[in-house]
């Protein structure tokens, strides 16, 4: 195969990559802490947060999206 014929068939791949990607739903760390965390188990932010011994408060921040989840908090 030639090197143009190489070229063009490495473009069709990543434009297919590209266009997968952008189909991706990107979810927020505050989303998946609420949906896949305290709503499933029925956890308060309260129960989460003295089972992990964090101020209840910064639980609550992260859920209603006040504050950002970092490696800190």
Known sequence: ????LQELALRKELLHAR??????????????LREEFLIPL??????LAKAIGVPR???????REET????DT
């Open 1 to 4: 195969m030639s090197s143009s």
């Open 19 to 32: 266009s997968s990607l952008c189909r991706l739903k990107i979810r927020r760390d505050t989303e998946v």
């Open 42 to 47: 029925e956890l308060s932010s309260y129960a």
């Open 57 to 63: 408060t910064r639980i609550e921040r992260i859920a």
């Open 68 to 71: 950002s989840l970092t490696a």
